[in-house]
């Protein structure tokens, strides 16, 4: 009796840890919530966000992340350090900090949606790999007031016609630039004031400047 009371207390807690504010269920398998700013989300993970954590400071775009800035909640189309990195290289640059503060701001102000975004709120689309067109999806306002189509798709599960079944992914294209079409690497990472969408690392920062 006493372990099977034990069992259930054990259940409860679990129940209890794994949901927050935001109705993310955390399965054990990944950290997808994170009860910080962006702005400290990122330093968690200095592998990846190491040379953006640079460049949000030079574009003098901390407070935003911080949760103090204009816009309460944001999505940051997440531009990693291998982007940036290679970035530097095809540039001529040696460091973040060798890039002009302006320059970082434009790049970013393309990657900032002033709302909170999540896989779930972005409506089914498709895209015409001919004429770059996109059907469907939905427009969001970037931080620099052009706009981001962003659309999700769902992936064959194990060759089947099945719908609702398989990998759900989000895509975006990115109006005024080369960027017709990119694919969100690791989505639905939350924190306090807003969600990350990570970039995968071949996403190419040229298409942006």
């Not at 209890?16 to 398998?29: E, F, R």
């Not at 103090?68 to 460091?95: A, C, P, V, W």
């Not at 079409?181 to 969408?197: E, Y």
Request: glycine share 8%; aromatic share 10%.
């Amino acid at each position: 009796m006493n372990n099977i009371l034990k069992i259930a207390i054990c259940i409860v807690m679990v129940g209890l840890v794994s949901c927050t504010k935001w109705n993310y269920d955390d399965g054990g398998v990944s950290n997808g919530v994170h009860d910080c700013s962006m702005w400290e989300y990122l330093h968690t993970q200095s592998r990846d966000w190491d040379s953006t954590i640079v460049m949000i400071e030079r574009a003098g775009l901390r407070e935003l992340f911080e949760g103090k800035g204009e816009h309460e909640q944001i999505t940051f189309l997440g531009l990693t350090n291998y982007s940036i990195r290679t970035y530097l290289l095809d540039m001529g640059y040696k460091q973040v900090n060798s890039m002009y503060w302006d320059e970082c701001q434009a790049i970013l102000s393309k990657l900032i949606i002033t709302e909170r975004v999540m896989v779930a709120d972005v409506p089914r689309g498709t895209w015409d790999s001919q004429t770059g067109e996109v059907t469907g999806g939905k427009e969001y306002t970037l931080l620099d007031g052009t706009t981001a189509i962003l659309w999700t798709t769902q992936e064959p599960y194990m060759d089947m016609n099945t719908s609702e079944v398989g990998i759900v992914r989000l895509n975006f294209k990115l109006e005024e630039t080369n960027v017709s079409r990119a694919l969100i690497f690791s989505s639905d990472i939350q924190t306090n004031n807003g969600v990350v969408q990570a970039l995968g690392y071949d996403f190419n920062v040229s298409d942006i400047y």
